[in-house]
């Protein structure tokens, strides 16, 4: 099993960012998708989920209206789309796949917002 993100950096607040999560070795479709994120000092998150099928996503209060959360189930991938970076949203952010009996996790790409 692998979780794979991608597209981390450096970002100016007010910038955007869009992160890849690529999936392996089982099957993704059956899976609920999430992103969370752990800035320095701090607790791991949950920023955003989606259903198996993308039907339903969910956020928190704080990301609402800046980020979103997508799926492609035929390339095995989870995308989170940033709009509007500010320097809060500093963390290290990790995926998630989730079903009844397990959950796997990736090893996160750093995301910066900083003038």
């Known amino acids: 099993v692998q979780l794979v993100e991608s597209g981390g950096g450096l970002v100016q607040p007010g910038g955007a960012l869009r992160l890849s999560c690529a999936a392996s070795g089982f099957t993704f479709s059956r899976y609920t998708m999430s992103w969370h994120r752990q800035a320095p000092g701090k607790e791991r998150e949950l920023v955003t989920t989606?259903?198996?099928?993308?039907?339903?996503?969910n956020y928190i209060d704080s990301v609402k209206g800046r980020f979103t959360i997508s799926r492609d189930n035929a390339k095995n991938t989870v995308y989170l789309q940033m709009n509007s970076l500010k320097p809060e949203d500093t963390a290290k952010y990790y995926c998630?796949?989730?079903?009844?009996?397990?959950?796997?996790w990736g090893q996160g790409t750093q995301v910066t917002v900083s003038s």
């Open positions: 989606i259903t198996s099928a993308g039907g339903i996503t």
């Open positions: 998630n796949a989730r079903s009844f009996t397990d959950s796997y």
